[in-house]
């Protein structure tokens, strides 16, 4: 075949659709059985929903108008200027992207890949020829470790845990909770399910973490919770590049810096088809190039977030700094609801 690719996520779906509507013969290798549940925030910025409607995926939801930072009493908002974002049960979105591959003819086999051997004309994996692998295996990417991409951290880890309430949303806005150690991602789903992620450094369990927010826990009280907590972390994965020969890392396979912006699901539907074309050209390393240019944004801006949260002080002095400068922060969330890759024009001020 021309291209395998390892994981069955978004990462790899995406890609796969992206193959096939380039001609390329491709299947799709996920270990898991049938939809696949992940720890995650859920809301889908601007740049992600527009990504999917372009390939013919339009998973239900709920519109989100923009992003809430919130601090005991304090509060500060702003619309996305791109249009409103989605939030999306993981599970309706993964089901969403893999149909549209099997409408699109792609194979989707339940198998693990353990060796992966390439030379010049294609690659190998446990017998297996392609022409070209994408590795969209995860945060913590087995075809990554082997190929010895990624880089060791001594940074304190984050990690993320996350709980779906049955409770009517109180809010059109993803609310993002501030606290001493921790932040609170709360996400509309559906009509009568909210998602609520903490993201932390702190060990502890979930209800643990949710008394740092006890406006939160109130809200939340008597509400019953839809299924079990899930975890994921740690959130952070160098990696010294993103291309070995023939094999190509897309989603979060690729490096991932933190889950503080959002924009994990718009940064792997823009590393899909910058993959694909890396392959129909021949042009592996104008993917590594590409790659950078469409984390960039990502990437400043999530490393300097974190590095100004990271003394209590400082987070506690996040939402009353965004009260004080709301053009700021409006212009910080435009860029997040932006497509990848695309830079904000002038910052709208208002205030």
Partial sequence: MDLLVVGGGPAGLATALHAARAGLDVAVWEQRA????????????????????????????????????????????????????????????????????????????????????QDGNGVSVDGTRAGHLVA??????????ALGLGRPRRARPRHGLRRHYVLAPWSDHVEVHWA?????????????????????????????????????????AGAEPAGPVRGAG??????????????????????????????????ALAQAPAAVRAVTSGDLAGYEREWRRLTRRYRWLTHALLGATRAPPARAA??????????????????????????????????
């Fill in 136 to 145: 969209a295996d995860g945060l913590h990417s087995p075809i990554r470790r």
């Fill in 234 to 267: 740690p959130l952070r994965q160098d990696t010294s590049a993103r291309t070995a020969g023939r094999v190509l890392l897309v989603g979060d396979a690729a490096g991932y810096v933190d889950a503080l912006t959002g924009e994990g699901i718009a940064l």
């Fill in 34 to 117: 049938g939809t696949v549940d992940k720890a995650c925030g859920e809301g889908l910025m601007p740049g992600a929903v527009t990504a999917l409607a372009a390939l013919g995926v339009h998973p239900p939801g709920r519109d989100l108008r923009g992003i809430v930072y919130v601090a005991g009493p304090r509060r500060v908002d702003a619309d996305f200027a791109a249009g409103p974002g989605r939030g999306v049960r993981r599970t309706t979105l993964h089901a969403a992207l893999r149909e549209a591959v099997l409408a699109a003819g792609v194979r989707i086999e339940q198998r693990t890949a353990r060796r992966v051997e």
């Fill in 318 to 351: 996040l939402v009353p700094l965004a009260l004080r400068l709301p053009w700021l922060f409006s212009a910080t969330v435009d860029a997040l609801a932006r497509p990848a890759g695309q830079h904000a024009q002038a910052s709208r001020r208002s205030g």
């Fill in 180 to 220: 001493r150690c921790a932040e609170a991602y709360v996400t509309p789903v559906a009509d009568h399910l909210v998602g609520v992620a903490v993201l932390t450094t702190a060990r502890g369990s979930f209800d643990d973490h949710l008394a740092a927010f006890p406006e939160l826990r109130e809200r939340l």
